[in-house]
């Protein structure tokens, strides 16, 4: 396995290559901001038109997720649907997909700020899960302690040997975790932006995404050479 | 028509003579499209105006008579200007206004109520014209349209738009005339075609060309280096120059060349002559203070880029230099002729070779401009993104009938070929999104209607689409601004790329001057003043151009002679030494090189494409050796050849190089690759499929928006037909990736060279100097990651 582990507050923790969170000792796999349905919503308001596929992405890799871990218990930390109504419109090919995860695993939905409402999908609907040390919610609260939240979509952005990489990325330090968004078409915000800044620690690290998780400095830039970087992306 | 009394007695008064294509545009006023080819400075736009002056003098009703467009803003408001002379002093009835993007609401929507006799517009400006439902009412009557630097505008896909929109005039005002005014050009029949209504005929006309340039190589103390850019080694003999002309342009190939060029030459100019530098990197300010110097005549010298190829009498410059190899003949005599606006004067321009190459190239160059052999690679057909989006465009203005736009659309000169099954599918994209999954009624932009005719399926839509209008993408640029404690004043703009790897204390050159990076704030680079320290090069947006086809191909006949007393001695001995120790390359052969150098095996392609395609080219050999397990390292790319260099040596390049083998790794290779990606995203934002990162807007939702790569990806595995990948790919025949001149130099060879030598051949050697080395990428990374954890983390006292 290429996952970073860590403690926090005494669960040990794994912040796995695809983004989602894995607690091994309680079987639980914790994703954030999925935003099911996104290119529907942005076609349903006249917006662009999208190429419809996001949420068969977005399943296939939860899948996966699920598949390689075992999970027994599956926490969505908020902004599961890009809104109610995606979460009503899901397609049922793509409903029942969800539904073939969800069936004998207990599955938790936190409210998100896109999708506030009971989504009108089985499995126990919260505004935050408590379980042993740690608390799950969407929006990371200052002061929170053994916090596992979502929201941010935090980015890293790096300059190496002269090429720009960026990607999603855990932020974690003593308190808390930050999960990347787990979504197909999902942005992010780079991780010096001033709230991130102003809710992660001093020793903070950011674990990028991709082929293994790897773990940085998240303020590696104050010293010298790489750092994470506002850039756009968009 | 004849020319008016009123004119020919003030053209007699001002003790001008009227030219004879001035009084042919009269002659021929009623001819539904007319091209004209003058030189600058023989009173070109003036000849195209002539006509609506004396129509509207005798028939002074009120509406739009004559729309003029132009592609430069700046110069809507200099013709305005200048039109303002004859309408004053003949006292003729006639109004004149223009719209760009500058112009204030208020001005814009009193011309939609009441339109001037002569709007002078750009074809951003129109496209957005015509998408409003009244359009029918705002162009009633206009009789004639002046279409000025179509040489310019036929380039891009600017021009292909403004095509687009002249097939909808039309369509509006039966009977409507177009104009064409260009400067000289490869293939006028080719331009006409483009212009005219099709399939109705243009006539061209060509002014006096005016005497031949004086044009010649500049001559310096020191010979030009092996390699790389910029021409400095001859700022003394520049500086000569500038002294002895009353003002000079200097025009670079790039932005970056432009900027140390000008410091450099700052810091010789030990008499204070005033120099000033310009670019489309700077501020507009900046831009348009250096615009108003050399108009009043108080600049010595410009450092330029292409951002002055056009506009009109901008000071009385009577000397054109080119620093670095012209790559293209057509755009070198356009450049000459900036030199010296007075007709029947020999326009005067010096030629600078940034290196030893670009000597044989400059000399090649100045033999075609003798014997006015310009180049020029053939329009393609018009584009499916700009199609698309003018569908869209024209949904705003109303209801359509898609036959009927198909049968207005094939009216313009670049859609002339379309068929009706591309049609259909752009339509389908604008309709629906175009793709495979056909499963959600949600994906409708445009509905059709009981009648058939199709429509916005939510007008409320029109006001994106029309925020989307215009084929400019700009790559992501960051404006650069002095700290708001030093003034705050705005310097212009750096690529993103770019600013993402600066580190504060570093400094680079803008504007002439060095700048330390201090920090970067809501989008905006800050920046202090770092008097005298040398600078990290900017980077900005390179050249794009590549040399020409015609002007490789006259440079791989030069190769061909005995001797070549053409050229300085320096240059005729390395190419002699070449012929003698390898052999020089030809056009129907591929000539590869093989060599031990400096502990690597090395493998030379010269294959003449051009930077674009040679770079194409190495990419993909290095990617067909990395599955042959022959370790390459990286590649490096000039006009005329690629360098590879890797751990294991290449015995049978011909396996590498073969067509079918190429165009397979080309396929496999669009899936991944940063240009591609790059290609896609514009054709995206013409399309409409993503919008356009207005300013103002990437400061806020950050997590909203999400990178137009992750689109690619996904079509490319859900969708792979799907017709912008369709659209990407045509794109990539040219441009950035240009893989059709690899197809064109793969059917041009008719077998492969190999030489190998024990070492480094003297036509290699330039390469090992060039600038803009290529890493193979693969797992590299991945590993560069993983190296800068370990070291950070340790330093972070994290691990």
Redesign the interface.
């Known amino acids: 396995m290429t996952a970073h582990h860590f403690t926090l507050s005494g669960a040990p923790l794994a912040a796995l290559p695809s983004g989602a969170l894995h607690w091994p000792a309680a079987g639980l796999l914790a994703v954030s901001d999925l935003h099911l349905g996104k290119s529907?919503r942005l076609?349903?308001r006249?917006?662009?038109?999208?190429?419809?596929?996001?949420t068969?992405?977005t399943l296939a890799r939860l899948e996966s997720a699920i598949a390689a871990t075992d999970a027994r218990t599956v926490v969505c930390l908020g902004d599961s649907f890009d809104d109610d109504a995606a979460a009503r419109?899901l397609?049922q090919?793509a409903e029942d997909r969800l539904l073939r995860l969800m069936a004998g695993r207990r599955w938790i939905w936190i409210a998100g700020n896109h999708d506030p409402g009971p989504a009108g999908l089985p499995g126990t609907h919260l505004v935050e899960l408590a379980q042993g040390p740690l608390t799950f919610r969407h929006i990371a609260e200052p002061g929170a302690r053994g916090e596992v939240s979502g929201h941010?979509?935090p980015k890293a952005?790096?300059?190496?040997?002269?090429?720009?990489?960026?990607r999603p990325c855990f932020l974690l330090d003593a308190a808390r975790v930050i999960l990347p968004?787990f979504g197909?078409?999902?942005?992010?915000?780079?991780t010096d932006?001033p709230v991130l800044d102003g809710l992660m620690g001093p020793?903070a690290?950011a674990v990028?995404t991709?082929?293994?998780a790897?773990?940085?400095?998240m303020r590696?830039?104050q010293?010298?050479?790489?750092?994470p970087?506002?850039?756009?992306?968009? | 028509m004849r020319m008016p009394d009123p004119f020919e007695s003030w053209f007699a008064a001002r003790g001008w003579t009227v030219h004879p294509h001035q009084r042919a545009m009269l002659e021929r006023a009623g001819a539904p499209a007319l091209l004209l080819i003058a030189p600058t400075g023989g009173g070109k736009t003036l000849a195209g105006f002539l006509p609506s002056l004396a129509e509207i003098a005798a028939n002074p009703a009120p509406g739009l008579h004559t729309l003029y467009i132009s592609p430069l803003k700046a110069l809507t408001a200099d013709i305005r200007r200048n039109l303002r002379t004859p309408i004053e002093e003949m006292g003729l009835p006639v109004r004149v206004e223009d719209r760009t993007g500058d112009t204030s609401s208020t001005a814009r929507r009193r011309q939609r109520a009441d339109p001037p006799h002569i709007l002078l517009t750009t074809p951003e400006s129109l496209a957005l014209l015509l998408s409003y439902e009244d359009a029918p009412r705002i162009f009633a009557g206009l009789k004639r349209v002046i279409v000025d630097e179509i040489h310019a505008l036929a380039d891009s896909k600017r021009g292909d738009q403004l095509m687009l929109g002249l097939a909808r005039l039309s369509t509006l005002c039966p009977g409507l005339r177009r104009v064409g005014l260009s400067a000289t050009v490869e293939d006028p029949p080719a331009l006409a075609r483009f212009l005219a209504r099709h399939p109705d005929s243009c006539e061209i006309l060509t002014a006096d060309p005016g005497p031949a340039p004086d044009i010649a190589m500049l001559e310096t103390d020191t010979p030009p280096p092996w390699a790389g850019g910029g021409g400095r080694y001859a700022i003394p003999a520049v500086l000569d120059q500038v002294a002895r002309h009353r003002t000079t342009l200097i025009f670079h190939n790039t932005r970056a060349q432009a900027e140390l060029f000008f410091r450099d030459l700052w810091m010789a100019n030990e008499t204070g002559l005033p120099i000033a530098i310009h670019h489309g990197s700077l501020s507009r300010e900046a831009r348009e203070k250096v615009e108003t110097a050399m108009a009043a005549g108080s600049l010595r010298a410009v450092v330029c880029t292409g951002s002055l190829d056009l506009g009109i009498d901008w000071g009385d410059v009577d000397l054109v230099i080119q620093v670095g190899a012209p790559k293209n003949v057509k755009r070198l005599v356009q450049r000459i002729g900036r030199a010296n606006h007075r007709y029947n004067a020999p326009s005067k321009a010096l030629l600078v070779p940034a290196n030893r190459f670009e000597v044989v190239e400059c000399v090649a160059a100045l033999q075609a401009v003798r014997e006015q052999d310009l180049d020029g690679e053939p329009r393609g057909p018009g584009p499916g993104d700009v199609l698309c989006q003018h569908i869209l465009a024209t949904a705003c203005a109303g209801p359509f009938d898609a036959g009927a736009l198909f049968a207005e659309v094939t009216t313009a000169g670049p859609y002339a070929g379309l068929t009706h099954a591309r049609f259909d599918a752009c339509l389908d994209f604008a309709a629906t999104g175009g793709y495979a999954l056909r499963a959600y009624d949600r994906w409708q932009r445009l509905k059709q209607a009981p009648d058939g005719r199709w429509a916005l399926r939510d007008p409320r839509s029109a006001r994106a689409i029309r925020m989307n209008l215009g084929t400019i993408v700009e790559e992501e640029t960051l404006k650069v601004r002095m700290k708001p404690a030093r003034g705050g004043a705005p310097l212009g703009e750096v690529e993103e790329a770019f600013a993402a790897t600066l580190t504060p204390g570093d400094t680079f050159l803008i504007g002439g001057q060095v700048v330390r990076y201090e920090s970067l704030r809501e989008m905006v680079v800050e920046v202090s003043r770092s008097p005298g320290r040398e600078p990290k090069i900017a980077v900005f947006a390179g050249t794009k151009f590549a040399t020409s086809t015609r002007l490789s191909d006259r440079i791989l006949t030069m190769f061909r002679q005995g001797d070549w007393p053409d050229l300085p001695a320096h240059t005729a001995e390395w190419l002699a030494l070449q012929r003698q120790v390898s052999r020089l390359p030809e056009r129907d052969r591929l000539l590869v090189e093989t060599f031990p150098q400096d502990g690597r095996q090395h493998l030379c392609i010269y294959g003449f494409a051009g930077r674009n395609a040679q770079q194409t080219l190495g990419l993909l050999v290095t990617q067909r050796m990395e599955a042959a397990g022959l370790a390459p390292l990286g590649f490096v790319s000039t006009d005329y050849a690629t360098l590879i260099w890797g751990l294991d040596e290449v015995t049978a390049p011909a396996d590498l190089l073969d067509s079918n083998g190429l165009r397979s790794a080309f396929d496999d290779w669009l899936a991944g690759n940063a240009v591609m990606k790059r290609t896609f995203r514009t054709s995206a934002v013409i399309a409409g499929l993503i919008e356009r990162n207005l300013p103002g807007r990437r400061k806020t939702g950050r997590q909203a928006t999400f990178s137009s790569d992750i689109l690619y990806d996904t079509l490319m595995k859900y969708d792979p037909g799907h017709l912008m990948l369709e659209i990407t790919r045509e794109e990539a025949m040219k441009g950035l990736v240009d893989f059709g001149r690899i197809e064109a130099m793969l059917a041009r060879v008719r077998g492969i060279d190999h030489i190998r030598r024990p070492r480094v051949t003297p036509l290699a050697a330039p390469l090992f100097l060039e600038a803009g080395r290529i890493p193979v990428k693969g797992a590299a990374e991945q590993r560069l990651i993983d190296a800068a954890a370990d070291r950070l983390m340790a330093e972070a006292e994290l691990a």
């Open positions: 529907e076609a349903r006249g917006g662009t038109l999208l190429p419809p596929y996001d068969a992405e419109a397609p090919g941010y979509h952005r790096l300059t190496l040997g002269g090429r720009r990489i960026a968004a197909a078409y999902t942005g992010g915000l780079p932006a020793g690290l990028l991709g082929p293994r790897t773990a940085l400095p590696a830039g010293g010298r050479a790489p750092r970087l506002a850039g756009s992306g968009g």
